[in-house]
């Protein structure tokens, strides 16, 4: 089945110490988001590729970075890890209907991150 | 940017009763209106969506309302049943990116 792949689903890291979550689609969507979600609070979106066009959000911390290679994989990676940073983290994808110019997207199941 | 409000926060309802979630929105470019649910530990998941060019739809027990000219929407669940009980987050796009309500935890009482 078609659908969006987040490795691992649970990630412990220590204080400080680099972590890379990663993200696969076999959709071909063009769009990939990477999102950080807290207990209780909306989805927040840290930044997407549009094709191979990388858009950071301005309130995104310099710690985040993200990488994509190809079409079907990217990757978030923090840099050195706060105890702030711990959170649910949601790839998700998307794709122009060119009927309607909507963006349908769609998550990954997640990782979960803790700091130690 | 787009500003999107979403009341209640919190919803408790009986079993067999309706639930309505209402949302706002401040940019008149918005065309796309989706809704996701999600359930304790997992991914949001659209449920319903609705665009600029229609005022209602409906799938089973879920409808979605949108009022352009006020700019507000509204989720509708009819005969609510305890699998309904997650959060659900509203949503407005006039382009690939989505702002996101900051989400209602529906209830349902047995």
């Known amino acids: 089945d078609a659908m969006v792949i987040q490795n691992p689903r649970y990630q412990v890291t220590q204080f400080g110490k680099p972590v890379t979550l990663s993200c696969s689609q076999t959709?071909?969507?063009?769009?990939m988001y990477w999102y950080q979600q807290k207990s209780s609070q909306a989805p927040k979106l840290l930044f997407h590729?549009?094709?191979?066009?990388?858009?950071n959000e301005a309130d995104t911390p310099d710690n985040f970075q993200s990488r994509r290679p190809n079409t079907s994989f990217c990757f978030l990676d923090i840099r050195s890890p706060g105890l702030g940073d711990a959170a649910m983290y949601l790839c998700?994808?998307?794709?122009?209907?060119?009927?309607?110019?909507?963006?349908?997207?769609?998550f990954g199941p997640g990782t979960r991150l803790t700091v130690t | 940017g787009e500003n999107v409000e979403q009341h209640p926060s919190t919803l408790s309802v009986q079993e067999g009763d309706s639930a309505v979630i209402k949302c706002t929105y401040s940019?008149?470019?918005?065309?796309?209106f989706p809704w996701y649910k999600q359930e304790l530990g997992k991914r949001p998941q659209l449920i319903i969506d609705?665009?600029?060019?229609?005022g209602e739809k409906k799938d089973q027990r879920i409808a979605v309302t949108l009022n352009k000219t006020a700019k507000h929407f509204s989720l509708h669940i009819t005969e609510t049943q305890p699998e309904d009980s997650a959060v659900y987050f509203c949503?407005?796009?006039?382009?690939?990116?989505?702002?996101f309500g900051a989400g209602t935890t529906v209830t349902v009482r047995a």
């Open positions: 998700a994808t998307s794709i122009p209907r060119a009927t309607t110019s909507s963006y349908e997207q769609y």
């Open positions: 949503a407005a796009s006039s382009d690939y990116k989505l702002s």
């Open positions: 959709l071909n969507h063009n769009v």
């Open positions: 940019d008149s470019a918005s065309n796309y």
């Open positions: 590729y549009y094709d191979k066009d990388f858009n």
């Open positions: 609705i665009r600029s060019n229609v």
